[in-house]
């Protein structure tokens, strides 16, 4: 704490941030105080802006500034495939391998029931609507390869409609990654789900 | 970047933040976006009104939200020592060790002339003003210890009337450090600095 309250204040909120710890808040206080003075309104209506434009898409939750997102509002996606992700980050990080043509649904989460975090906050009613729609061939599962994650995959498998595929992103070793170093977990899976070579 | 304009914005400004790279600055927007919607205008006040309200001293440099800040106004202070330094953090760095009762007087900087940074630009006039007030005693200059530092702490020493004390913060071992992993020149400084042990 100083002895200049505003600048304890806006300290105090950037903590909120992720990945910021007490001594970088201040540190970007004392920045931008000091520094980068010109930073801040640009900040703050920066902030203002993104809150009132920024909404979810009425088809798949992504973030986007009109009703439908710019992957929904696309022409050239493929309807057939929808892909099941957890966030709008995740949904991006796929957008930006650029080997996926087909549509998203973003769960907002996953199920975890000692967080108190069930089906009905995963818009299970809109994915059950999605997944009715006339030309889907399949379902792609791109939730966390974690517990939580596993889980949300296998309880939301059980509502895809009967004759329409099912399938789980695969779990491997990362490509660039050392053996030696991958946990013993990935290794497993990565034996157990080894593809033929010419595959 | 994403298909939402106003997320890559508030994106681009957080990266101008000390610390905060690309992929932080995308973390962040997301986080406020998508689970911290209520921090947004919060945060967009709290830049506002630390923008509107933190000013600098006019005794020190220090920062304030009044004419004088707060240690520049307290009774208790020594005022026959003045401590310079280079930044309002590095002010509150040693006004947190809670050993130092004097007052301060803040560059603002370092001499840099690499950077065009001159004495101009360090309030050198008013430094000059404060090192003239009749009851000064000693200044002692805890600016950085790194070559900017070194050399800002030397040509300012310049500057001190006769007959005032002149010390500079001492350069040593870390305390808790081991000797071991502490670099050649800080342990080279510890020797050269020796304290006699009944100091």
Redesign the interface.
């Known amino acids: 704490m100083?002895?200049?309250?505003?600048?304890d204040?806006?300290a105090m909120?950037?903590r909120?941030?992720?990945?910021?710890g007490p001594r970088?808040a201040?540190?970007?206080?004392?920045?931008?105080?000091?520094r980068?003075?010109e930073?801040?309104?640009?900040?703050?209506?920066?902030?203002?802006?993104?809150?009132t434009?920024?909404r979810f898409c009425e088809r798949c939750n992504n973030?986007?500034?009109s009703s439908r997102?710019?992957?929904c509002r696309a022409e050239h996606r493929d309807r057939s495939i929808v892909c099941v992700v957890e966030?709008?980050?995740d949904l991006?990080a796929i957008e930006d391998t650029g080997v996926f043509a087909g549509e998203f649904f973003v769960l907002?989460g996953h199920l975890s029931p000692l967080d108190g975090i069930g089906p009905e906050a995963l818009h299970i009613d809109r994915l059950t609507a999605r997944l009715a729609e006339a030309d889907l061939r399949e379902v792609i599962f791109a939730t966390n390869p974690t517990l939580e994650g596993e889980a949300t995959a296998q309880f939301l498998a059980g509502l895809v409609p009967n004759g329409i595929i099912v399938s789980r992103i695969a779990r491997g070793v990362p490509v660039g990654g050392e053996l030696e170093y991958v946990d013993r977990g990935t290794l497993g899976r990565a034996l157990h789900g080894r593809r033929l070579l010419d595959e």
């Open positions: 100083t002895d200049v309250p505003s600048m204040a806006l909120l950037l909120r941030l992720p990945g910021i970088s201040q540190r970007i206080s004392y920045e931008l105080l000091v980068k003075r930073l801040m309104p640009q900040l703050a209506a920066a902030l203002q802006q993104a809150h434009v920024v973030l986007s500034e997102c710019g992957v966030s709008p980050a991006r907002m």
